[in-house]
């Protein structure tokens, strides 16, 4: 199980005590103008993977 939100400036992961995978979101307005900030989700029966794009970090596995 996974919880994807946003943002916190500079992005994160974390695993709770659950197992429960945490992903926050970079900002966008951290960026420079002119960048991109986006990404998608795969979604797999075993696992998701966030695919960054540019500046979007990508989680790969959670």
Do not use: Q, W
């Not at 989700?41 to 989680?59: N, P």
Request: include cysteine; hydrophobic fraction near 35%.
């Amino acid at each position: 199980m996974a919880c994807l939100s946003g943002h916190d400036h500079k992005g994160g992961y974390s695993v709770d005590s659950h197992g429960i995978h945490h992903r926050v979101l970079e900002a966008a307005l951290e960026f420079p103008p002119g960048s991109n900030a986006f990404g998608y989700v795969d979604v797999y029966h075993d696992r998701l993977s966030l695919v960054g794009t540019d500046r979007m970090v990508s989680t790969e596995d959670f």
